[in-house]
Each structure stands twice: as C-alpha cells, then as structure tokens.
C-alpha cells in the first residue's frame, strides 16, 4: 500500500537560510498534518490542512509557512532558519471526511541547522 | 486544553513476556479518539493501535491491546508474546476529532525487550 512520502530526508542549512520540505499524502487522504519532534521529544503539531484549505494551527513561528496544492501535496517553507528549529519533521495524512482520524506519518525530513 | 500523560519513561519486558504501557489523558470531550503509535530507531512513526471514545470495547490488534477505561480517562497498551523488534519508544496520541484533528501526544515510554 502507498504511504507518506517526503522529501527530502535530510537536509542540512546555515543560520538564517530557507528550506522548503515537501509532503505527498496518502492518495485520496484529504487531510495533511505537519509535526516537528525535537531530540527526546514527542511530535508536537504545527498546522494542518483539509481538502487544501488550513484548518488548524498550533505553535507554529511566524517564519514556517505551509500550502496545499490542487494535488494535494503539501509543502512547510520555513523562512530565517535558527539553531533551534534543528529537529524531524514528520507529515501525516489522514482520510477525515470519511470520518476517520487515524494518522498515517511519513518517514520524516531530518532538518540540521548550523 | 487536553493533556496526554505517561507516567513511566522506561520499561523493560522480557521476550515472550508480557507488559503495560500506562496512559491517562484529560479532557472535556465526550468524543474523542485514541491511539498509540510506536518509534523504533529509525524514528518512523506507525500506528499500533486506535480506539474510538463511543466503543465500550477495548481494541485488540493481534498482540497489542488496550484496556480503555473512559471514565478513568486511563488508556494503557498491553503487548503480548513480547518480541525483539517491539524495542521502540511508545507514544499515546489523542484527537478530538472533528476540524480540530491534530494528535497530542504523550512523552512517551521507551520499552526495552531483553532476552
């Protein structure tokens, strides 16, 4: 079966550069989360989308930024890169409108600040 | 707010034991959703197990299942015929469902599986 697909794994950035991380959902899930998990942390949720419109936000800094697009592929720019947002960024997709909530989460994009 | 809580930071099984991860969650919902998720090494995370606030009966998936006591607001996670590759940290999830969907998540429990 299809999952979460991100890219890229992995990618290293200076101080004050910008990364573009891209999300493709599972087809026809209509839903896509985006969380950051810092080492020894536990996901914490940053903005989400429903049928590509936002449909929640949590602690995201005003220097992310995220989109769905028409095929519903989903992109987190993050803008003035800092020490700190040095973490994993995992996408997960869901089929909400259908009523289910199950999370299926993508293999994560490894951001390394320097 | 809801709060997701995991009281044990560590566990260790042993193979073909048998252990129970401990969850407790606060909320004002009446409807609302459950999950555990696993994160072995590679830091991938993958649902283990859901159970939905409405079903008096407690989800079981093959040797993962829950004990869910609503009224306690407890939901631990019992894994059976424990085995190697079940070594992975463990993180209780909840979501109220609806346009507010987003997971909070526990810290999590790392289970350790010795021979």
């Known amino acids: 079966a299809a999952g979460v697909i991100q890219s890229p794994r992995h990618l290293i950035k200076e101080k004050r550069e910008t990364a573009t991380l891209k999300c493709y959902p599972i087809p026809r899930h209509d839903t896509v989360y985006w969380y950051q998990q810092g080492p020894g942390q536990d996901p914490q949720f940053l903005i989400s989308?429903?049928?590509?419109?936002?449909?929640d936000k949590g602690s995201i800094p005003d220097r992310f930024s995220a989109q769905q697009f028409s095929d519903y592929h989903s992109e987190l720019n993050m803008s003035s890169l800092e020490l700190g947002d040095s973490a994993l960024y995992f996408c997960a997709s869901s089929l909400r409108g259908k009523g289910s909530y199950e999370q299926y989460f993508g293999p994560g994009t490894r951001l390394t600040v320097t | 707010a809801q709060t997701v809580t995991q009281s044990q930071p560590e566990m260790s099984v042993q193979e073909a034991e048998t252990v129970t991860l401990s969850c407790t969650y606060d909320t004002s919902e009446s409807d609302y959703y459950l999950f555990w998720y696993k994160q072995p090494p590679s830091r991938q995370m993958i649902l283990v197990i859901r159970q939905e606030a409405y079903k008096q009966q407690n989800a079981t998936e093959n040797r993962f299942s829950v004990n869910f006591q609503k009224a306690a607001k407890s939901f631990s996670l019992k894994i059976s015929d424990s085995q190697l590759g079940d070594a992975a940290m463990y993180f209780c999830a909840y979501t109220s469902g609806g346009t507010a969907s987003k997971l909070t998540f526990g810290t999590g429990t790392r289970l350790q599986v010795t021979l």
């Open positions: 989308f429903y049928e590509k419109m936002q449909s």
